[in-house]
């Protein structure tokens, strides 16, 4: 089992920065990729970066020169550090973790991000 906790969200003017946090507890040396999904209203839930090992990182197009993916194994942690943000950034961030089974098991509980323009 693997447990995910994300952080960071909040209220940002169009252009600023976050930096968003997942924790993973529970069986963490099993993880084989980490991601970052977000959903945004009415809309589907879309990749946003991955991160594997080592230091393998894969960004979607909208995502590409502006948000850093990163990691911190001593603190079973994740950072999303997203710069030059838009209103349509706006969505709820989640992590999750694929144990290497091409499928995303574990996902956190979310956090917003909103961006006013």
């Known amino acids: 089992q693997v447990h995910l906790v994300e952080s960071g969200g909040g209220l940002v003017e169009s252009g600023g920065s976050l930096r968003l946090s997942c924790v993973a507890s529970?069986?963490?040396?099993?993880?084989?990729?980490m991601g970052w999904y977000r959903q945004a209203p009415g809309k589907q839930r879309e990749l946003v970066a991955v991160?594997?090992?080592?230091?393998?990182?894969n960004y979607a197009d909208s995502a590409k020169g502006r948000f850093t993916v990163s990691r911190d194994r001593a603190k079973n942690t994740v950072y999303l550090q997203m710069n030059s943000l838009k209103p349509e950034d706006m969505a709820v961030y989640y992590c999750?973790?694929?144990?290497?089974?091409?499928?995303?098991?574990?996902w956190g509980q979310g956090t917003q991000v909103t961006v006013s323009s």
């Open positions: 991160m594997g090992s080592p230091g393998m990182t």
């Open positions: 529970g069986s963490t040396s099993i993880i084989h990729l």
């Open positions: 999750a973790a694929d144990l290497g089974s091409a499928s995303w098991t574990y």
